[in-house]
């Protein structure tokens, strides 16, 4: 009896496995996993996510924010989400969501900062015109667009004396935004900082640089999956054409199937590895798995569909999302920060740019088979004690 039960359960795991494996993956479960994010939230999640790293408790409520407002672009009645992606806004800022930034950078508080902030606000605005928000919108963009002009670089400083590109993406992402919602005023900026970027590429992969030196923009470290993963979420919103070159030169570097599994992104492109830290996590054969999660995002922003659709898949079956009928979390939620990222992911669309042209698969069409072929093989080895003592009785 022992042996039946235990074969049985086994054979469920696996269907369960093989289900999440192969259905196609939408927004339908991103909902209950931010009913999930909010409950965490209430209970303190965000300055437990502070202690993990300097971002932690800003990017916990930016992308619970962005979520929402990702769902609301779509919703028939978007009041629930606005709703939750204002309160999640007025976190950002609050004093403590200001609180690990520089007052005296500029723009106050850094371009880190400044920026996801001002494209949270804007995409709000989208959804809700409101006289105030609009406002502070127009404000922000001002001192984003007027930093930017001033600064012999394109990537302003996050912090005193250190500069990523990533931010300073974003930043520029959200001047675009606005001028799509309001009168446009920062087409000049873009267009300057797109021509500064293209002089300051990364030499070994000619995408932008991980790291820069904070005066004059030159690379100090190269590309790296946990950045690279974010940039071209964002790059899409400034620059369509710019972006689908950096986009399949990313895919080709940091895509890869490793032990010919299911498809992951790695921190450092191909033949390169170095050291983990606290953005990237673990780098289990050089693969981070923030930067797996966020490319999700990136790749349907881009029209990359197979790509997208496969990383979804593999997060159903290594994730182990545990379900209920009003909440969603994966890894049990012990990371309630790794669940922000995916939701995120998972609702990508432009908001700025037209939804560019499908691309081309670069996923293997049969890279599932290893991953059902084992899920076989535990089931007969599950059953192969039961059928020996029946065969004995």
């Given at each position: 009896?022992?042996?039946?039960?235990?074969?049985?359960?086994?054979?469920?795991?696996?269907?369960?496995?093989?289900?999440?494996?192969?259905?196609?993956?939408?927004?339908?479960?991103?909902?209950?996993?931010?009913?999930?994010?909010?409950?965490?939230?209430?209970?303190?999640?965000?300055p437990a996510a502070q202690k993990l790293f300097p971002e932690g408790y800003f990017f916990l409520y930016a992308l619970y924010g962005l979520a929402h407002v990702d769902l609301g672009r779509t919703a028939s009645d978007p009041g629930a989400d606005v709703r939750e992606a204002r309160w999640a806004l007025a976190q950002l800022e609050s004093p403590a969501g200001r609180e690990p930034f520089d007052a005296g950078?500029?723009?106050?508080?850094?371009?880190?900062?400044?920026?996801?902030?001002?494209?949270?606000?804007?995409?709000?605005?989208?959804?809700?015109?409101?006289?105030?928000?609009?406002?502070?919108?127009?404000?922000?963009?001002?001192?984003?667009?007027?930093?930017?002009?001033?600064?012999?670089?394109?990537?302003?400083?996050?912090?005193?004396?250190?500069?990523?590109?990533v931010d300073s993406t974003v930043a520029v992402a959200s001047l675009r935004l606005h001028d799509k919602l309001l009168t446009p005023r920062y087409a000049g900026t873009a267009d300057r900082w797109l021509a500064q970027v293209r002089q300051r590429l990364d030499p070994a992969t000619g995408l932008l640089p991980h790291t820069v030196d904070p005066v004059s923009g030159r690379p100090t470290s190269g590309a790296?999956?946990?950045?690279?993963?974010?940039?071209?979420?964002?790059?899409?919103?400034?620059?369509?054409?710019?972006?689908?070159?950096?986009?399949?030169?990313?895919?080709?570097?940091?895509?890869?199937?490793?032990?010919?599994?299911?498809?992951?992104?790695?921190?450092?492109?191909?033949?390169?590895?170095?050291?983990?830290?606290?953005?990237?996590?673990?780098?289990?054969?050089?693969?981070?798995?923030?930067?797996?999660?966020?490319?999700?995002?990136?790749?349907?922003?881009?029209?990359?569909?197979?790509?997208?659709?496969?990383?979804?898949?593999?997060?159903?079956?290594?994730?182990?999302?545990?379900?209920?009928?009003?909440?969603?979390?994966?890894?049990?939620?012990?990371?309630?920060?790794?669940?922000?990222?995916?939701?995120?992911?998972?609702?990508?669309?432009?908001?700025?740019?037209?939804?560019?042209?499908?691309?081309?698969?670069?996923?293997?069409?049969?890279?599932?088979?290893?991953?059902?072929?084992?899920?076989?093989?535990?089931?007969?080895?599950?059953?192969?004690?039961?059928?020996?003592?029946?065969?004995?009785?």
């Open positions: 009896m022992l042996r039946r039960i235990a074969a049985v359960v086994v054979t469920l795991i696996a269907l369960v496995a093989a289900v999440r494996l192969v259905t196609p993956q939408d927004t339908s479960g991103v909902r209950r996993q931010l009913t999930f994010l909010r409950a965490q939230l209430d209970a303190g999640a965000g950078l500029t723009p106050a508080y850094g371009v880190f900062y400044q920026g996801w902030t001002n494209w949270l606000r804007g995409g709000v605005l989208s959804l809700e015109p409101d006289p105030a928000l609009r406002r502070d919108f127009e404000s922000a963009s001002a001192a984003l667009a007027t930093a930017l002009d001033a600064a012999a670089t394109p990537y302003l400083t996050a912090y005193p004396g250190q500069a990523w590109p790296r999956g946990t950045s690279q993963s974010i940039i071209q979420r964002f790059l899409v919103e400034i620059d369509p054409a710019f972006a689908r070159a950096q986009y399949l030169r990313f895919r080709s570097l940091f895509v890869v199937r490793p032990l010919r599994l299911g498809p992951a992104v790695r921190e450092y492109p191909r033949g390169t590895d170095g050291p983990a830290d606290v953005d990237s996590g673990p780098l289990p054969l050089g693969v981070s798995l923030s930067a797996t999660a966020v490319t999700l995002g990136a790749a349907a922003v881009q029209g990359d569909g197979q790509l997208a659709g496969a990383l979804a898949n593999y997060g159903e079956l290594i994730g182990v999302p545990v379900s209920t009928p009003w909440s969603k979390r994966y890894a049990a939620g012990v990371l309630p920060i790794g669940d922000a990222f995916l939701a995120w992911s998972k609702t990508a669309r432009p908001w700025v740019a037209a939804q560019p042209a499908p691309l081309p698969g670069v996923v293997d069409r049969f890279w599932r088979l290893p991953f059902v072929a084992v899920l076989a093989l535990a089931v007969l080895l599950g059953w192969i004690p039961v059928a020996r003592r029946s065969a004995r009785r």
